[in-house]
């Protein structure tokens, strides 16, 4: 028997319905029909019929967008492995899947796996669309940014420009996708320590989101909150946390309390907090992270990593040192099986566990880890990026005051005599 038609128009319009509402950031709104359009289009069509395939990969990225990653990777895999039996492994939704399933991996910090398949998808889009098909830009961009991830830098910008040169030409320098090409490389931009072409960058591009999409969108609160990093980053504290504190109340109440988007954006006002010296706020912002992020996203979560870590920077400046210490011990052990001995993240625990033992005088564990964050930091930064000479002063600094207790030791020992 046929599908009744009413149906299926009436299906066909509820789903564009939720693209409106994606469109919008009402992510749980378009959640809540793209459950009631699978389950009517799986009852009509069948579980293989392509339009069924469509239902589940526009659910899983709802989904992804809530932050409800787990759910989102089990119905891309499962969406894929159908997509590619039905309609064959290089069919343009088969690579769309494949891209949507590698977002909702970086967004878990699997970066190995997400890279490989966003790199499949970039090849297969280029040999069966061609170079500037907007999935294949998509993929460019998507490819960049877990190149930045993983510390990357190099071929990240150099993505992201391309990307963004060909989004311009192609769709418009004033389209949503466009606009998320010059936030991406404003961000790699940052972490190659290139602060004020960065500013520009987000500067631009925020002004542009806030008219395109609306102040409140997700995407241009996100825009907000990487532009107030940037500030932080210069030293502009005052306009860094009035950004991040409208951010954060922005992304509390479109997103709620628990989405990783506004997990991020709490931690990076309690940052530039404890910058300030505003040590008690800072502290509690960042316990309320941390909870939060180990319950949502996991205890070895990259973005929950970051969180310890930043905990534990705001109790070392406070004098706690020991509750400091253990924490980033244990953030250093898990980013070394997590992302890697020489992740720009992992190198940053080093740095700070070094700090940590360089002010409480244990120059010999500090020495060994202020060594090897400042060979990695050359290697993987570069010997002029802001972090690498930071942290190069810091162990210059500890070994003058080496020098100095030693003489005044000398100076003693005579004095005795």
Not at 336 to 346: A, D, I, M
Not at 401 to 416: N, P, T
């Amino acid at each position: 028997m046929a599908p009744d038609s009413e149906l299926l128009d009436t299906l066909v319009s509820m789903n564009n319905l939720t693209l409106v509402l994606d469109k919008q950031g009402k992510y749980d709104e378009a959640e809540k029909i793209h459950r009631r359009v699978l389950g009517q289009y799986e009852t009509l069509l069948g579980p293989e019929h392509p339009g069924m395939l469509a239902s589940m990969n526009n659910l899983a990225v709802a989904l992804g967008r809530q932050g409800k990653h787990d759910e989102a990777e089990a119905i891309h895999r499962q969406e894929l492995g159908l997509i590619e039996r039905v309609l064959g492994p290089e069919h343009p939704e088969t690579l769309t899947s494949v891209g949507n399933l590698a977002v909702v991996l970086d967004r878990q910090g699997k970066y190995e796996e997400a890279e490989k398949m966003y790199r499949r998808a970039l090849e297969q889009y280029s040999t069966v669309l061609g170079p500037e098909h907007p999935g294949m830009l998509a993929s460019m961009d998507n490819l960049a940014v877990v190149l930045d991830s993983q510390g990357k830098y190099d071929e990240a910008e150099a993505m992201h420009r391309r990307a963004l040169e060909l989004k311009e030409r192609e769709l418009g320098k004033e389209h949503p996708s466009t606009l998320t090409s010059m936030d991406n490389l404003a961000a790699v931009l940052g972490s190659q320590g290139r602060y004020n072409e960065a500013e520009a960058v987000h500067r631009q591009e925020l002004e542009l989101s806030e008219r395109v999409l609306g102040p409140e969108h997700p995407e241009t609160l996100t825009s907000r909150g990487n532009l107030a990093v940037a500030l932080d980053r210069q030293g502009k504290y005052d306009e860094a946390e009035a950004l991040h504190r409208r951010a954060l109340e922005m992304f509390e109440r479109v997103l709620g309390p628990e989405h990783p988007e506004t997990l991020t954006s709490r931690g990076n006002l309690a940052v530039v907090l404890d910058r300030q010296g505003k040590y008690d706020e800072a502290e509690a912002l960042h316990r309320r992270a941390l909870g939060l992020s180990e319950k949502v996203l996991g205890k070895d979560h990259p973005s929950t990593l970051t969180s310890m870590s930043n905990l534990a920077v705001v109790l070392d400046s406070r004098g706690k040192y020991d509750e400091a210490e253990m924490m980033h011990r244990q953030a250093l052990e898990l980013k070394e099986r997590v992302l890697g001995k020489e992740h720009p993240s992992t190198l940053t625990s080093v740095y700070c566990l070094a700090y940590l033992l360089h002010g409480q005088e244990q120059y010999g564990d500090a020495s060994i880890l202020y060594q090897r964050a400042s060979l990695g930091y050359q290697k993987i930064l570069g010997s002029d990026h802001p972090t690498t000479l930071a942290c190069s002063n810091h162990y210059s600094s500890m070994l003058e005051d080496i020098m100095r207790q030693k003489e005044e030791a000398v100076h003693v020992d005579r004095a005795s005599t």
